[in-house]
């Protein structure tokens, strides 16, 4: 389920989380020199959940000063990700282009793979409303190139294959893929992520 930080415990809690989902244990000098993107795409995501955590707090000067670091790194990696869109146990997997609408709502333990764009329809599309994006459950994994737009919901548990285009809801527990997404299997994202977060449900009973 989807929820924003509001607090210092919140902001501990999301980024504990971030760090299992990315399989990190510790970031160490040898990490630095043996896998210098890992510890980039980690520095991102803190500096994602700090932002948060300041925008959520109303503290305007420190949300602008984190504000400029967040989007100099995003630029060197290839995101555009806006805050308070992602639940905790947030992993990127790759560095490369990811834009992330800033409407969207995805819940936790979520894994995106690079060339993976979720947004709004386009604006000059006759159905465009700043709330057109998509919503997602928990355990989502979304594979290298997926698309996915417009007003839909994305249960809990599911796979979205590679290069898969997404525009119409997906329930609980499946995989999608193609153009459009079709369900291919109901195996879903059991066994392709680290799950980062607790969530109060297992996959048989959602």
Known sequence: MYKKIKSKQDLNNFIKADQKAMGISKVTVKMELNSLFVPQIWKYEILLRKLEYHINSNNKIMSKIIEIRFKRLGMKLGFTVEPN??????????SGTIVINGNCKI?????????VNIGNYSRFDENWTPDNAPIMGDNVYIGPGAKLFGKINIGNNVAIGANAVVNKDVPDNVTVG???AKIINHKGSEGLIIYGADVNYKKEGC
């Open 85 to 94: 869109v992602f639940g905790p146990g947030l992993c990127l997997c790759h």
């Open 107 to 115: 819940g936790a333990n979520a894994r995106i793979h690079a060339g």
């Open 178 to 180: 193609g153009v459009p």
